[in-house]
């Protein structure tokens, strides 16, 4: 094990911690350490695995901070509800960042449409879109519902995925036309209730997880879960060359979404 600040190899088992974790001694630099130093779960006060288990709980099911913190609590483990939110807030988009190079490419066809969340006590708009297989192409939070709002969202968009659509599909609000006219003015634009039925349909999805919920105190939050929710969604679909849908992969006795998950946590803690 080489030292996570100096990178020598001249390193000495100096005993444990209080949770009873190797501790390591950097001979060159007087550094001590232990496997978890250098990765995201350092100084967290709890292992892993139930990190991981806590996030993957909330994202995936319509449950609460104190729901995740009951479950948990049968399980043996007292962890407070703002702690699981907090851990959410901070690895959510770690996973995510952490499973972009095994997405699959998305489709060429975007149908996108905007929903309603609230934040504090102010309505915010949720920009999404799916592509033509059902996968959740991208998700922006944002206080407005303009051009501007609808630009920013297409280059976050074209910007996380890296694929240029060919078509995309909208309702008939005003502040798409300017917008793809900036940023795809290429596609072809196709507008009205008919064509928006998919994308209304996968609202749903949100809108059920957000229903069991306080709803959001920030729009930092909101933007975290929002997206969270979107990626869990196509982790479980296949949408990632990760779990069972990974070629070689053991396809008996886990579901696809926790060997997708147990992958990008050993990811994390191989930082």
């Not at 006060?45 to 994202?59: H, M, N, S």
């Not at 998305?106 to 879109?129: L, M, N, Q």
């Not at 290429?186 to 009205?192: K, Q």
């Amino acid at each position: 094990m080489a030292c996570p600040r100096c990178a020598s190899d001249e390193v000495r088992k100096n005993g444990t911690d209080r949770r009873g974790a190797q501790v390591h001694e950097c001979r060159a630099c007087g550094r001590s350490f232990t496997a978890l130093t250098a990765t995201p779960f350092a100084h967290h006060g709890f292992p892993p695995e139930i990190i991981a288990l806590a996030v993957r709980w909330y994202l995936r099911y319509r449950l609460s901070y104190a729901d995740v913190a009951e479950l948990l609590a049968e399980r043996g483990v007292q962890v407070h509800r703002s702690t699981i939110y907090l851990w959410v807030q901070r690895f959510t988009p770690l996973y995510q960042e952490a499973a972009r190079p095994s997405r699959h490419a998305v489709g060429i066809s975007w149908h996108t449409d905007e929903t309603y969340v609230k934040v504090g006590r102010r309505w915010r708009y949720v920009y999404r879109a799916v592509d033509e297989q059902g996968q959740v192409v991208d998700v922006y939070v944002s206080e407005r519902r303009d051009a501007e709002a609808a630009a920013t969202f297409f280059r976050q968009a074209l910007q996380s995925t890296g694929c240029r659509p060919r078509v995309v599909t909208t309702d008939k609000a005003a502040a798409y036309p300017p917008a793809l006219a900036q940023v795809l003015p290429e596609v072809l634009h196709l507008a009205g209730k008919c064509e928006q039925q998919t994308i209304e349909r996968d609202h749903q999805h949100l809108k059920g997880r957000i229903r069991s919920m306080r709803n959001f105190k920030t729009d930092p939050t909101a933007q975290v879960v929002c997206a969270g929710h979107s990626f869990m969604r196509n982790l479980g679909q296949g949408c990632y060359r990760l779990g069972s849908a990974r070629e070689g992969a053991d396809t008996t006795g886990t579901p696809r979404l926790m060997q997708a998950w147990d992958q990008l946590t050993a990811q994390l803690l191989a930082v």
